[in-house]
């Protein structure tokens, strides 16, 4: 673990209008106010149990003091969060409850000992104590009834919902995979290549995978192909355009063998073209 100012630690605190000891017990009640489907021993030194919440948080815990009316005190065994890189931010930290007393009432102080804000957790979480310790153990300490997560198919209390939002900002998202080559396998792959690179791109001279604005065409050997595509619609290539009269006169100056010329559709204009392999190509200008 990092070594940081025992000041970044954190905390907070709340006044309560019931005794040290009702707030001690409390405290104790973890099914009461953080989570009802906490497993294990809470109330007992030595005792230990595992919180969790859906897929998100899930955490092992063993009670290291209880003093009653004064103080309880946790060790985090072993924790996961599926929203951080790193899963080793909460193992070893301390969670303290301090209590005294305050005019007739109690004072509770919170602190996680380790939950600084170095650590890529930590807006997710002191967001989620603000709402389980300031509110729903505050709520079981006065009322009696706290806002627990509540057991697997039931509604996450309010206090989740910001803390959701933070979540959702930092949990790596998935990055659609972006295309960059199509080979098209052929017997007689010289040929083919000649024809797209005059067809389509007849300013490269280059060798190699031709260059079609980013999006490389490679061109290959293959002996396991008949000479024609038996099934070109599985497969087209398709060309969107911004100017689908000028590209359609380009092709016909170039000769190319169209399947369709261009036709009318709901979403825009298009047009279908054969090269010699029998592979289908398509120009579209979208509307």
């Not at 595992?50 to 072993?78: N, S």
């Not at 709901?266 to 010699?276: A, C, K, L, N, Q």
Request: aromatic share 10%; with cysteine.
């Amino acid at each position: 673990m990092m070594q940081v100012d025992a000041k970044q630690n954190f905390t907070t605190a709340f006044l309560v209008d019931r005794t040290p000891q009702e707030t001690f017990e409390a405290i104790v009640n973890v099914r009461g106010w953080w989570s009802e489907d906490a497993e294990g021993v809470t109330d007992q030194v030595g005792g230990e149990f595992v919180h969790r919440y859906q897929d998100v948080h899930r955490c092992k815990i063993r009670v290291t003091e209880l003093v009653p009316g004064r103080k309880v005190a946790w060790l985090v065994l072993d924790n996961y969060f599926n929203f951080i890189e790193d899963q080793a931010e909460w193992k070893g930290t301390e969670i303290v409850f301090e209590i005294s007393e305050n005019d007739g009432g109690a004072e509770v102080r919170f602190t996680h000992v380790g939950l600084v804000p170095q650590y890529e957790c930590y807006d997710v979480c002191a967001n989620a104590w603000g709402g389980y310790i300031g509110g729903s153990l505050r709520n079981l300490i006065n009322t009696g009834v706290g806002q627990p997560n509540p057991k697997e198919g039931g509604n996450a209390p309010a206090h989740q919902d910001a803390a959701s939002v933070l979540r959702a900002e930092r949990s790596p998202q998935a990055v659609a995979l972006k295309p960059g080559s199509i080979l098209l396998g052929s017997t007689r792959p010289a040929e083919l290549r000649d024809w797209y690179r005059s067809t389509l791109a007849p300013e490269y001279t280059g060798e190699g995978p031709i260059d079609l604005g980013g999006f490389l065409l490679v061109i290959d050997q293959r002996d396991d192909l008949g000479t024609k595509n038996n099934e070109p619609g599985r497969m087209i290539l398709n060309f969107h355009v911004e100017d689908f009269d000028a590209i359609e006169a380009r092709l016909q100056a170039a000769d190319v063998d169209w399947l369709a010329p261009g036709e009318d559709r709901p979403s825009g204009r298009f047009g279908t073209f054969v090269d010699p392999d029998g592979n289908y190509l398509q120009i579209i200008q979208f509307k």
